[in-house]
Every structure is written in structure tokens, then in C-alpha cells.
């Protein structure tokens, strides 16, 4: 089993110049500028586990936020609430290791920020499998040098340099040196007593370190303990005092911690053996430098112990627990969880525990608001649009027409004689969609609230917007703009405004961060200038200021005893916050405090368009009537 491992390493250098050349762009925007200030869970198995030390290194270098690197195991043991409001990114080079697709699974149930996995395999098993979950993003390519002997080598390194160049530059070919087989660094060492490894890190050191320690376990060449410089000074040095003759060190150095290192070995007995593995390049490529010669290290280190790291041979009980089916074993970790459960957590977030009177407070008015929704006949549904009935990318947001599975289910509801209204913060491209989507014989049950509501028509009037759109702006919407442009202007933060009579829409190529400056902006003009007939509603998208008196998607509904809403930003800042006050509302994302309304009753995991579906998927229609059948 395996392959040579000298042989391995001659793939190297074809190996980054491939990962150079990959269009990351898709895994860039994943990891530094979507929810970019959302925790990262790297999860992955055997060598992968050494790319999630390095995911986790700059994505808190690059971002400022916490993030942890995780076998599959250590996912399940963190819990549910860790899984609901991280980010996770799956590794596997193979993308078939149960565990990995065991992580995955649990993730599709309860994660609700996002996830993304990368495999350098095409039509592999993780592929198959997230071919049923559109919403978790996916990279995955042939790696040129195939698969992998026993040891992960070129699948690691093309990870490390995929994980660069997203960092970087994803639209960078170049990203790393031009790649020379480095020197040998155990010439003078006589390492055939030398059984026990210390391996010391720094900054860029300790991706480095765990593939170490990974590859020197898994070939039999020598134990492995791993610490950072500072903590080897706390009693890990005894083990030298006790057992030097057969144990070194293993010392990773780059420039950030080249004193403290020198100054941490100038401590040391004489006689203590030492193998420095150094770069003098900065990170993120520092740590690319330190696994290239970490190769090689372990190259020699297999050379005189006579084994070959690439095909070490495999008992026959390692087999055995390689493809162990621990599922039935731990399944118990993460039992189902109860839909109240969920919607009560989403309510109050996941620091109140359970079994407090907050908690009961809000368990009781789900289950009532529950039994007043199934009591419910409802004639009229209303949807927002984006998030809800389109997906919050921008390519989805602007097709020419519903995706299928929404089209289907709605077209259920026209077909049964029900109203549909839709109140979206757009103009005519919404009115488009829906006439792409739908025969003309039901335009005349479609009704759109364009502009939060401020203009509503029936499908197929969108030419009457045109005269709405050329009133002149509010006053003091042209005061906020103004002042807008003043405080902070276009060339720091790439926005753009649209004049839109009583309403003022702020949107552009904006991280979440940049998009929350300029809300929070907006908001403190407002109260500077005391401009109290407009309010400022965030959407998944975009931002609008409206005239308060003149714009509410709440305008849309009629007959609110018999009209059923749901959207997907009902928290207080959401432009979905009005509309998701009426007594019978559903969010498919966020939700308000308020215990009679704006619940969101869909299982653990789904959100957006698959809350949506999940939500039609309990709707009985019956001669016009809609009657709904939740269970929680």
C-alpha cells in the first residue's frame, strides 16, 4: 500500500505551480469577506488536520476573529451550538474518509452561518453527497500529481498553497518562490538512537508542527510531543534532564520568532541535540517554506530507519479502525433536537439556558403561536423576496425567473386559487422574475409591493413604476444623502446610492463589515439630524432608507386575519421587521424578541430558500383556503 516517497517528493514543485494557477475566488470569498467576523471551525482527519492548523492561522491573521481546528470527533463533542453559529470548512484530499462525511452530515443539520468544503478529487464521496445541499459551497479539482502513497504530501501541499493564494491574492498567479529541493539538515546528525521528537513552534511553525508529529506517528519513525517556545519553558525542558540520549529537537524558526528561538536553545545543555528547520520568508509563505523541508526532514529520518514514509506497511487491525463505523457509537453526542427547541434558541440566542423562566416564557408562546397558525385560514401569503424566495447571492438574485423547486411550490398555491403578494426593497426586475416564473392566466393573483411596499401592482403594471420613480426625493432622504457623501466618501468604502422618490437605497460590492460602517453611519445622521420621518431597514442585500410614513411592506397586507407572511430579516433592524409583525409570520433566517410573531419554525440547519420550502411543504389549500399544519 502507498507509494515511494522519494517519489512523491519530485511531484512537489508541479504540485504548487497547479495550486498557483487555481481560480480560488470561490474560497477567498468564503474565508476573508463573507461573515469574515463569524468564528471558523477547519475540521479534517490524518494529514489534513495540519492544513486546518494553517486555515485557522490566517484566518485569524487576516481577520482578527477566533478559529479552531478540529478533528471530525472534537466537531461532535463541541456541540450543536458550536456547529449552528461557526463557520465551517471541511479538508479532505480523498473527500471519502467516514469521519469526514460523518462532520459533514452533522453539519447540513445544524449549521445555520455556512460551510464549505475542499477536495482534490472530482466525483468523490463528499461530492456526491453535497450534491443534495446547494447551500454548502464547494472547491474541488484534480490534483495533477493523483492520488496520494501513505503519507499526505502533494494533496498537503497544494492545500497550503490554495489556502495562500485565497489569503493573498486569488487572482495572483505566483504566490511562493521558485521551489528548490532544500539541503539536507540531519547530515551531521546521527539519528539512529534518536526515537523521541520535541517539536518547537512559533508563528508560523505550528501548521508544520502537527504534520510532523502526523507523519513521524503514522510511518513509525519516532513519539512526537509538540509545544510553542514559551510553553517548552514550562516543564517541558524536564523531559531532556531524564531522557536527552535518545530524544532531540526539532526547532521551527522564521523570522517573527528567530531570537526568541535562538535564545530558547542558547538555554539549553550542549549536549542536547538540536535539527533547526528555518525560512526567512514572512507568512503566509513561511509556513509553505517550513512543510517543504519538514518533507524532506522526514525523507532522511525514513532513510535511516530503513523505512519508507510512503508505504511503511499497514497492520491489518489499522485497517480495522480506519474504517471503524463509529456513527452508532456516537451518534448519541448529538441527538435530534426538538423544533421548539430551535425556534426558542433562535429567539434568545444560545448563552440562555434551558430550564430558566425566560426560556419556559418563550416555549409557551411558541407552542400558542404554533396552535393560533394551524387554527388560521389564511386567503392571501405574502413573501419577501431576496432570502426567501431567491437566494442572497447576486447571481441567484438576478435571474430570469424562480428557481424550480420555488416555482413548483408556489405555482400549488395559484393553481388552488390562493393570493400571492410580494414585498421586496426592488423595482421592476422583481415583476420580471415572477412573469418568467408564472403563466399569464395567474398574473392577476400576484400582486408586488415594490420599494418596501411603497408601490404596489398587480403583476404585469411594472410600466406605472416609472412614473412613481420620477417624484422627486423626500427632503430629508436628499439631507441624509447629502450627509452621507460628506462623513464618508464613495472612494473609502465602494457603496452607491439610488434615488427611489421616498426611499433611498444604499448598496455595492460592501464585505458585512463595510456594509455595517455605513448602516451605523446612516443611523447617527438620523439621530444628529433629528430626521424623524425616516427609518433606516437592512436586507440581506442592501440598505434602504424610507420614508416611515409613506413605506411599509405592512401596506401590502389587507386583510391581516387572513394573510399569511413570511421572510427572512425579521430582527428589529430587518427590513422584513415590519411585515413579520402581523399575527400569523414565519422568518426562514432571523426573527425578532417579540413571542406572538415572527417565529422561525423550520428544523435545525435550514434556513432561506429550503426554510421556505420547508415552510409550503406544510400548507394544505383547499378552495382559495390555505391551512397550515406545524408541528414543533
Known sequence: MGKPFNGELTKLSETIRWAEMQDVSRLA??????????????????????ACHYAVQLYQRYNGVLAQAMTPLQLMYAGRDVIRNSKLLFLSASGKNKDILNAIKYGVQYNETCMMSLTLRKNNPTEKLLERYPKVL????????????????????????????????SKSAVIYPIFQEPKSITAKLNLNHIHNFMVLYGAAGEPVAWDIESKLTEAALGSTLLSDYRNFGHGR????????????????????????????????????????????????????DLLLQAFYFVNDLGYTRGIDPGRPGVPSYGRLLYNLNYYRLTHHLLPNEKIIDVAVRRKLGASVARKTT????????????????????????????????????????????LCNEIRYALQRLLEGGVEIRVATGRGRSVGSSLMNSFDKKYWHQIMVGYYNGACLLTLGEEKNLEEWKNKPLDNELKLLEDELRHRLPEQCIRYKLEERSWQLSIEGDMTSEESQIVYDICREIIWDKQLKGIRAWRSSHSMDIVVSHEVSKLLVIEDPDHTLCIGDYGSMDGNDYELLTSCASLSVDKVSKKADCCWNLAPSGVYGLDATLYYLSRLIISDGVINCKFTI
Open 358 to 401: 425566560l426560556w419556559k416564557y418563550y416555549s409557551d408562546a411558541c407552542k400558542c403561536f404554533v396552535q393560533r397558525l394551524n387554527r388560521g385560514k389564511y386567503k392571501t401569503i405574502v413573501f419577501d423576496y431576496d432570502g426567501t424566495l431567491s437566494a442572497k447571492d447576486h447571481t441567484s438574485r438576478y435571474q430570469d425567473g
Open 29 to 50: 470569498q468564503f474565508l476573508f469577506v463573507e461573515n469574515k467576523r463569524v468564528p471558523l471551525v477547519c475540521i479534517g482527519s490524518g494529514g489534513s488536520l495540519s
Open 138 to 169: 464547494r472547491w474541488c479539482e484534480d490534483i495533477p500529481s493523483g492520488k496520494d502513497g501513505f503519507l499526505a504530501t502533494n494533496s498537503l501541499i497544494a492545500t497550503f498553497t490554495l489556502l495562500c493564494k485565497a489569503s493573498v491574492d
Open 237 to 288: 525542558h524536564h523531559w531532556f534532564a531524564k531522557c536527552k540520549e535518545n530524544s532531540c529537537i526539532i526547532a521551527l524558526i522564521s523570522q517573527v520568532e528567530r531570537d526568541l528561538a535562538s535564545k530558547t536553545i542558547k538555554g539549553l545543555p550542549s549536549d542536547v541535540q538540536v535539527i533547526c528547520i528555518e525560512t526567512d520568508l514572512d507568512m503566509p509563505y513561511a509556513s509553505i
